[in-house]
């Protein structure tokens, strides 16, 4: 069973700062890995998929990486604004019979700080 | 760009009674995903529909079912609600079945 686990669970930043966000998991056998966002109790905003063939996606100030060996994926966020403050998911979409269905982890909680 | 639309956005329940949510994907989108979050959890995957038929089925409860129609609108039906069924209920769809997953704004469903 995949297993997705996000480190740090929190973290404040003041703003401008580079920060990286941590996803792990235990099945390589993936087909894919998206990068979400969400804002308190609203909906879930796709931010990145890096395909299990693809090594890394670039969109803006956010650049996500894959090693699927290692079984990791960081996302990089350049120069952080208060608006990027928010929860941040990674969720994998696992091989085998299972395509299609997501499983995320628990989330980074980011706060940036003017 | 058109989104996925899920109504209602709040819904409000007593135990026991029946909840239906309805989910309308994004155009030409032929695959629907029901996810369930609870209070300061994860989404958890319910299920899943590709061109009308059940493609894959996670925890959901045998007091849930689903169906996806001929416009590819799909609709989430929970009977028996319980207190514990209280959560944001989100749905989203994709083009593919392993392209990128848009999802809906929720409904946020309260079980009194």
């Known amino acids: 069973k995949q297993e997705v686990t996000q480190i740090p669970a929190a973290l404040s930043v003041p703003e401008g700062e580079n920060l990286v966000l941590n996803c792990s998991f235990t099945d390589s056998a993936i087909y894919n890995l998206q990068w979400f966002r969400q804002d308190p109790g609203k909906g879930l905003t796709s931010l990145l998929l890096i395909q299990s063939s693809q090594r890394e996606q670039t969109s803006g100030r956010l650049n996500a990486s894959l090693d699927k060996s290692s079984g990791r994926s960081t996302l990089y966020i350049a120069a952080s604004q208060p608006g990027d403050s928010a929860t941040y998911l990674c969720a994998l979409e696992s091989g085998g019979t299972s395509y299609g269905k997501l499983t995320f982890g628990q989330g980074t909680i980011l706060t940036v700080h003017p | 760009a058109a989104g996925v639309i899920q109504s209602p956005r709040h819904l409000i329940k007593e135990k026991r009674e029946t909840a239906t949510l309805k989910c309308y994907p994004i155009p030409r989108h032929d695959t629907v995903y029901w996810y369930q979050q609870g209070p300061g959890q994860d989404p958890q995957f319910l299920i899943s529909?590709?061109?009308?038929?059940?493609?894959d089925k996670g925890s959901i409860p045998d007091r849930f079912s689903a169906q996806q129609f001929s416009d590819y609108h799909s609709e989430l039906n929970m009977s028996s609600l319980e207190l514990g069924d209280s959560a944001l209920y989100f749905c989203?769809?994709?083009?593919?079945?392993?392209?990128?997953?848009?999802f809906g704004p929720g409904t946020r469903l309260t079980v009194l």
């Open positions: 989203a769809s994709s083009l593919q079945v392993t392209d990128t997953q848009y």
């Open positions: 529909f590709y061109e009308k038929m059940q493609s």
